[in-house]
């Protein structure tokens, strides 16, 4: 197949995820994963687990302290909770990307926008299906990577989601250093400006590694 | 003494009794209180508290840094969500009248009295390849233990594995974000005797380690020791200002409320 724009290797994979869906792929060590934000401004909850121990997974605190940074931005090294690499942001056209606001769960909708919110689709259900054909559970929600979020703390530490940086056909490009899974929520969230209050479909390409 | 027949072994292991460290537990604890250890400096406690019961951290000597996990004691799956902490209180940062959130939408503790106000729900535990790269090594059975090992030690206590080790809040450390998200350590240094103070609002455990934050830029393994206290009290009354100071916390505390009603 032939390459992604920007990307030197063959295309292996090609899908689209549609709104509100979870997403799950195995990625081997060298290959590259490209999220695309087709329509703009859309969350994409990112959880991931070392292929071989799942125990092993993403550390959004390991992460932040080893780039002494909030945001993901290119260049960002993505490590375990035993402080392995397990994939670098290659490249982005979004200025960053959050890693603080976790995922939204039918739970937590009820504290952020009241109890009528308890029956609404949310990330976390869409991780634990997603997780459930590998036999993990709730055990393994930890904190995970929202591409294409924006969750700004002022200076007197007022943190929240707001409007997004992202737009149409914005990207990252995210490469495997070890070989995972990778869980997605095509986050389904319609209370806040994370989604422009408007769930679309996202589009997932995955390159071999390239040749030079 | 003689330790070669078990008659001398037991007169020299008895002989030790009596003997008082710093860091140790005290048994029992002082009259109306549940809990009274002090934490060494690279060590870690921890205990199972009842709803209503105060836990008190003192930075003994200014320099603790003490990394915490929470989880509900019956139902372990559920624990501290760091993420929807600060989400859901609109705020980067913990001090008095903030609580813990569990990842079921429930209210874990809630600050009642802070005299740090340098905390960090950012950066998380060290672990053994961080302080291998600060201090030469990270080993628990060296002099540079890290606080995930710590950690998967106290959660081994209780039947718990490396799944249930989930992101922490670090207390006494903290640090403050920068306006291209750069994180500002405050690492002091500290007066001795800060104290944070904090009541369960559900039966929880808690696990507690005791090591250096892993922003800290001081070549040396540096940590002291930190005092634990626990009585028994109340969970948050009706009235209580915390459960009624912000529209989500009122929630989050009507989610304990309606957890609690059997």
């Keep these: 197949m032939s390459p992604a724009p920007g990307l030197s290797g063959p295309v292996i994979h090609d899908e689209v995820v549609p709104a509100r869906a979870p997403w799950t792929h195995a990625l081997a060590r060298g290959e590259t994963l490209r999220i695309v934000d087709l329509e703009g401004n859309q969350a994409v909850d990112f959880l991931m687990y070392a292929a071989h121990d799942d125990a092993e997974r993403y550390s959004a605190q390991d992460t932040v302290a080893a780039q002494g940074n909030l945001f993901l931005r290119t260049g960002a090294v993505l490590l375990s909770n035993e402080g392995r690499p397990m994939m670098t942001v290659t490249d982005t056209n979004v200025a960053y990307h959050d890693t603080i606001g976790g995922a939204c769960s039918c739970e937590s909708n009820t504290l952020r926008y009241g109890h009528h919110t308890k029956s609404q689709h949310a990330c976390v259900e869409n991780f634990l299906q997603g997780n459930a054909r590998y036999l993990r559970n709730k055990r393994d929600m930890v904190s995970n990577i929202n591409w294409f979020m924006n969750v700004p703390v002022e200076a007197d530490g007022a943190l929240g989601i707001v409007d997004g940086i992202s737009a149409p056909g914005l990207y990252v490009d995210l490469r495997a250093e070890m070989d995972l899974v990778v869980v997605v929520s095509n986050c389904p969230q319609v209370n806040n400006p994370c989604n422009g209050f408007n769930p679309t479909p996202v589009r997932m390409i995955i390159t071999a590694p390239g040749v030079g | 003494m003689s330790t070669a027949d078990p008659y001398g072994a037991q007169a020299h292991a008895r002989a030790m009794a009596g003997t008082r460290v710093q860091a140790m537990p005290t048994l029992p604890a002082p009259e109306g209180f549940v809990w009274e250890e002090t934490v060494a400096a690279g060590g870690y406690a921890t205990k199972r508290l009842n709803r209503g019961a105060r836990l008190k ?28 902490t600060t989400k859901v209180q609109w705020n980067a940062y913990l001090g008095a009248g903030r609580f813990l959130l ?15 106000g340098t905390h960090d729900c950012f950066c998380g535990a060290s672990n053994e390849a961080s302080n291998a790269r600060k201090y030469g090594d990270g080993v628990n059975h060296g002099a540079h233990p890290n606080a995930r090992d710590r950690f998967l030690i106290a959660a081994g206590k209780h039947g718990l594995t490396r799944k249930d080790v989930h992101p922490c809040v670090n207390l006494f450390k903290g640090v403050r974000v920068e306006a291209d998200g750069g994180l500002a350590f405050q690492g002091g240094p500290f007066p001795a005797g800060r104290s ?5 609002e559900m039966d929880v455990l808690v696990v507690l380690a005791n090591c250096p934050h892993v922003l800290d830029p001081r070549p040396a393994y540096t940590v002291t020791p930190v005092r634990v206290t626990a009585w028994r009290g109340e969970p948050a009354a009706l009235v209580d200002p ?17 957890y609690y009603a059997r």
Excluded: K, Q
């Design chain 2, 57 to 84: 951290l003192t930075d003994l000597e200014g320099d603790a840094c003490v990394s915490l996990l929470v989880f509900n004691a019956e139902a372990p799956t559920e624990r501290l969500n760091v993420a929807d």
């Design chain 2, 102 to 116: 569990s990842d079921m939408g429930r209210v874990l503790f809630s600050i009642l009295e802070d005299e740090a």
């Design chain 2, 196 to 200: 944070l103070t904090m009541r369960a």
């Design chain 2, 242 to 258: 915390i459960r009624n100071a912000t529209p989500e916390g009122l929630r989050a505390f009507l989610n304990v409320e309606d």
